[in-house]
T-cell receptor, first 114, second 112 residues
């Protein structure tokens, strides 16, 4: 247990569906992250929130929409996804957005887009 | 662009020592981290190097040479539970601000 939880753990959706991924951290951290892990590709940083403010958006398509209502919760809203978006989506948190801070990862949501 | 290279697979036997290399081509380098990920699990942090040299944490050590854009993770006294994927990651500054780029990962198989 790393103190970071994600729900759901598995999700299957059609290309016309709208769904949301949820992440919650119980570590008192101020920075939260969304990563995408595809088979045979490096882990990709998608979004960074530091003190509830979005500080990074690494050219992620607009069909992925993050939301950070407070420092403990992070959402990733999904709509009109493509089959190539099928991947493991990982949430992480750290004390602050800093290169020296350890990031703690959640278990991930395995997303399949049909 | 930013890129990291690692061997895709490494195999070793229990009790052995294995070294996983990572080379990177990045700009605005801050430091090199290593993560372990078991199948079906989330990455867990192992080590971080900002300065040249060797950092030792129990059976795991990590090395960095900034001049060579190179680092490695050294695992000693290998155990079956060490079978996992190992990722190096560079923290850096680019045009978008501070960023964090992972390598492709090295799958380590420990044999009895």
């Amino acid at each position: 247990e790393t103190g970071v939880t994600q729900t759901p753990r598995h999700l299957v959706m059609g290309m016309t569906n709208k769904k949301s991924l949820k992440c919650e951290q119980h570590l008192g951290h101020n920075a939260m992250y969304w990563y995408k892990q595809s088979a045979k590709k490096p882990l990709e940083l998608m979004f960074v929130y530091n003190f509830k403010e979005q500080t990074e958006n690494n050219s992620v398509p607009s069909r992925f929409s993050p939301e950070c209502p407070n420092s403990s919760h992070l959402f990733l809203h999904l709509h009109t996804l493509q089959p190539e978006d099928s991947a493991l989506y990982l949430c992480a948190s750290s004390q602050v957005w800093s290169d020296t801070d350890t990031q703690y990862f959640g278990p991930g949501t395995r997303l399949t887009v049909l | 662009g930013q890129s990291l290279e690692q061997p895709s697979e490494v195999t070793a036997v229990e009790g052995a020592i294995v070294q996983i290399n990572c080379t990177y081509q990045t700009s605005g380098f801050y430091g090199l981290s290593w993560y372990q990920q078991h199948d079906g699990g989330a990455p867990t942090f192992l080590s971080y190097n900002a300065l040249d040299g060797l950092e030792e944490t129990g059976r795991f050590s990590s090395f960095l040479s900034r001049s060579d854009s190179y680092g490695y993770l050294l695992l000693q006294e290998l155990q079956m539970k060490d079978s996992a994927s190992y990722f190096c990651a560079v923290s850096l500054a680019d045009n978008y601000g501070q960023n964090f780029v992972f390598g492709p990962g090295t799958r380590l198989s420990v044999l009895p």
